[in-house]
């Protein structure tokens, strides 16, 4: 699992509306990645919704923010319309990059253990080195943390 001052695992994936998006095409700007168990839930909505209204503050702070599940970009496509998203969301629909930021863990819900993605966000900065993790997110005020973190890296 990387941690602070790792160099962040490269990735090229996927996205929403079509495209890939490749980490080591971003270097030279902050990258926010948040983890999230599926979409259209509860919390994975609502949490996407607060990087979206806040898309604007990131890219001011410098960073580019992305969304990542192991849904298919037909799901994520989905999941963009019904709620109105302007988050990229990249798909890792075989978990590659899941277990390569060791994310991907069991999970215990009501005594049944299986295995899934831990709400996760890991800023990177613009060297791609990992300045920051949260791991077993609360969705509460984590978008205004993670913001703050950025600016932090910034200034």
């Known amino acids: 699992?990387?941690?602070?001052?790792?160099?962040?695992?490269?990735?090229?994936?996927?996205?929403?509306?079509?495209?890939?998006?490749?980490?080591?095409?971003?270097?030279?700007?902050?990258?926010?990645l948040f983890f999230y168990p599926r979409d259209d839930t509860p919390g994975c909505t609502k949490e996407s919704i607060g990087f979206s209204?806040?898309?604007?503050?990131?890219?001011?702070?410098?960073?580019?923010?992305?969304?990542i599940s192991k849904d298919t970009v037909a799901k994520h496509d989905?999941?963009?319309?019904?709620?109105d998203l302007t988050t990229p969301l990249l798909s890792d629909a075989d978990g590659t990059m899941c277990e390569d930021y060791g994310v991907w863990v069991e999970k215990n819900m009501y005594g049944r253990k299986s295995m899934g993605i831990q709400r996760s966000t890991f800023l990177i900065d613009a060297q791609g080195k990992i300045a920051r993790v949260?791991?077993?997110?609360?969705?509460?005020?984590?978008?205004?943390?993670?913001?703050?973190?950025?600016r932090a890296l910034q200034g």
Do not use: C
């Open 1 to 32: 699992m990387p941690d602070v001052s790792d160099l962040a695992p490269d990735f090229t994936l996927p996205r929403d509306g079509g495209g890939e998006i490749s980490l080591s095409d971003l270097r030279g700007r902050a990258v926010v």
């Open 53 to 67: 209204q806040d898309l604007q503050s990131f890219a001011d702070a410098g960073a580019q923010v992305f969304g």
């Open 78 to 83: 989905k999941f963009v319309a019904k709620h």
């Open 134 to 150: 949260w791991h077993k997110v609360k969705v509460d005020g984590h978008v205004a943390e993670v913001l703050d973190a950025v």
